[in-house]
């Protein structure tokens, strides 16, 4: 499997993604410049976390312009899965590829920290790595993570089954008090309408070794290596 990951000015999780890829499919992503109109060839986008542009205007705007997204959003119509981590869930909803919007946290504070989900779907090629109900553990680090979309968006996301992953008590309860970003019906993640785009707050990358407390973002990037060397 072959992966290229995006690196804008003010990323700083693309070394970490990049080692998560290594572990699961024993290749180096190649790693491209925003400023770049061309992408080579890849079975996997990723946008990694980060702060891009210094998060000026809102988070993810300015770089929702680069030069290479032109290529990207080409590959996504084409139906080259793109994968966007926080600050890339972030970019991937300014560009239009993902509904909705992340605002700032409810408590209006950086959070950083373990958190619980519950992955509410076994059906994608990034999920297939997982059971439809299971909860993992997995890092956040964000300001502006709380997940908002109109009434009407996110019914439409409920009933096509495009939402990924939700917050959660360490029992896969939904709860208000889980939900530590105040996100829209405890989202975490959601998918476009074919399943071939994930934007996702929470950093799977950096639970993918026992030395870092946990390993349970392995099934993300063992489930992708998988799907899409079969």
Not at 88 to 100: D, H, I, K, R, S
Not at 160 to 186: I, M, Q, W
Request: hydrophobic content about 35%; aromatic content about 6%; some cysteine.
């Amino acid at each position: 499997m072959r992966a290229a990951i995006v690196v804008f000015p003010g990323s700083n999780r693309e070394r970490d993604v990049c080692l998560a890829l290594e572990r699961s499919t024993g290749r180096t992503p190649a790693m491209v410049w925003h400023g770049d109109t061309e992408l080579p060839d890849a079975d996997l986008i990723v946008i990694p976390g980060g702060f891009a542009h210094g998060d000026y205007l809102r988070c993810g705007a300015m770089a929702a312009h680069s030069p290479i997204m032109g290529e990207i959003k080409r590959r996504a119509r084409r139906g080259t899965p793109v994968l966007g981590i926080c600050n890339g869930f972030q970019v991937l909803t300014e560009a239009g590829l993902l509904p909705g919007a992340l605002l700032r946290n409810q408590t209006l504070k950086f959070h950083c920290r373990d958190v619980h989900l519950k992955v509410e779907t076994s059906q994608s090629i990034f999920t297939c790595g997982y059971e439809a109900g299971q909860v993992i553990r997995v890092p956040v680090a964000h300001h502006d993570g709380n997940y908002f979309a109109d009434p009407k968006t996110l019914d439409r996301i409920e009933e096509k089954g495009l939402v990924a992953f939700r917050y959660c008590s360490p029992e896969g309860e939904l709860t208000e008090a889980d939900n530590h970003n105040g996100s829209a019906r405890n989202i975490a993640g959601i998918f476009n309408e074919e399943k071939t785009v994930l934007g996702l707050m929470p950093h799977p990358e950096d639970a993918t070794d026992p030395l870092l407390g946990g390993t349970d973002g392995c099934g993300l990037f063992d489930g992708l290596a998988g799907a899409l060397r079969a």
